[in-house]
């Protein structure tokens, strides 16, 4: 009997299928950004008195704003991946995260992913770039989470 699970792509491609849905993902993204930003426009508007007012980049509120859109787009990605493996730029290119054992990873294994591809993006990259010197061409966040990127066989 044959193992039903499908075997890694080539690491060039894979990589080029995780960026093309980490595009995808950018519009959904920015949409919820948008919306955790309200508050936060609406509380500096009313501390100045004056729509025009800039924020300060390293101010309180900034950060307090950077947190929340960090924790809404780790929301976003970690309830996607344990509802069916995908978000939705991962849909069109049949991307999935699945656990080291091909089971659905647990939500600790999800926030322990997206914290580390979070600290690799913000690094360049270099954790994504890993699965090209990966023995198993993973990603330093798969790798430490116990999770692994598969792309799903096309439907007939």
């Known amino acids: 009997m044959t193992d039903p699970s499908p075997t890694p792509a080539p690491p060039r491609t894979l990589i080029l299928w995780r960026l093309l849905s980490l595009l995808y993902d950018v519009w959904p993204v920015l ?52 509802r069916g493996g995908q978000t939705l730029g991962m849909r069109p290119w049949r991307l999935k995260v699945v656990a080291a054992d ?12 997206y914290a580390l591809a979070s600290l690799s993006t913000l690094a360049g990259g270099l954790g994504f770039w890993w699965a090209w010197i990966d023995r198993d061409r993973l990603t330093f966040h798969d790798r430490f989470s116990g999770t692994r990127m598969i792309r799903l066989p096309k439907r007939r």
């Open 31 to 82: 949409a919820m950004w948008f919306v955790v930003a309200i508050p936060f426009v609406l509380v500096d508007v009313a501390a100045s008195g004056n729509v025009r007012h800039n924020v300060e980049p390293f101010s309180l509120l900034a950060w307090l704003q950077w947190g929340c859109c960090w924790l809404v787009t780790g929301l976003y990605a970690v309830l996607s991946w344990r």
């Open 102 to 113: 091909g089971a659905a990873p647990t939500a600790g294994a999800l926030w322990r992913r």
